[in-house]
């Protein structure tokens, strides 16, 4: 079964300063790889995936994820930060074939003035 | 486009209590669908999944249940509710195989 660990719990870090969002999963098969964002009172919204091919994907909104396989790692980067993207961020893994998604307990980002 | 509904978004209910959650899809036919609860500093745990009509898997054992009467239709239900169950909870969909989720805006429910 697969299994998700999100290192940090909360991530307290200056407007304009880079932040790095650290996930790890485990799986015996190969993955597909999510990040969501959350706001406050509400559901999730897809940030950005890794299906297959180029190991560096992007969101629109300036944030990247690298699939690291030999560190079964997907850690979310950007280089500089908003006071907009304060949120809670879940790295998610789906087993390629099958139907169920697991989530990481997640990591709250709290950007400062 | 596609589309989803969760009602309702806000709910008090005491101890001992029935509940029926529901969840709507709109603009796609035969979804998998899923509920999640997500408890404060524990992520997202995933309580029941269909893969079509009547098919429900359940993830943990508890004292809610699931159903799916219609292909785009997914309930949520527990005959007595426990303090527990209190949290917030999230129906989604996704097509095909490559668990790509689409979420409701999420049902907060506290027993008291």
């Known amino acids: 079964a697969q299994s998700v660990t999100q290192l940090d719990s909360q991530v307290p870090v200056f407007e304009e300063a880079p932040v790095e969002l650290r996930c790890n999963y485990s799986s015996s098969v190969s993955v597909y790889l999510f990040w969501y964002v959350q706001y406050p009172n509400q559901g999730l919204q897809l940030l950005l995936k890794?299906?297959?091919?180029?190991?560096l994907v992007e969101s629109i909104n300036g944030f990247e994820a690298e699939f690291n396989k030999s560190q079964t790692s997907f850690h979310l980067r950007k280089p500089s930060v908003h006071i907009s993207d304060t949120a809670e961020y879940f790295c998610a893994v789906s087993e390629t074939g099958g139907f169920k998604t697991i989530f990481g307990a997640g990591t709250r980002l709290f950007v400062k003035a | 486009s596609q589309t989803i509904h969760q009602w309702p978004a806000t709910l008090v209910q005491p101890v001992g209590s029935p509940l029926s959650l529901e969840c709507t899809v709109e603009?796609?036919?035969?979804?998998?669908l899923y509920w999640y609860r997500q408890a404060a500093g524990r992520g997202l745990q995933l309580l029941f999944y269909?893969?079509?009509?009547?098919?429900i898997s359940s993830e943990v054992p508890q004292n809610l249940s699931a159903s799916r009467p219609q292909d785009r239709q997914f309930i949520l239900s527990s005959k007595k509710l426990l303090l527990s169950d209190s949290g917030f909870y999230l129906c989604a969909w996704s097509e095909g195989y490559t668990g790509e989720l689409f979420f409701g805006e999420g049902s907060r429910l506290t027993v008291l």
């Open positions: 890794y299906l297959s091919g180029s190991t």
């Open positions: 603009g796609t036919s035969n979804p998998n």
């Open positions: 269909s893969v079509g009509i009547g098919q």
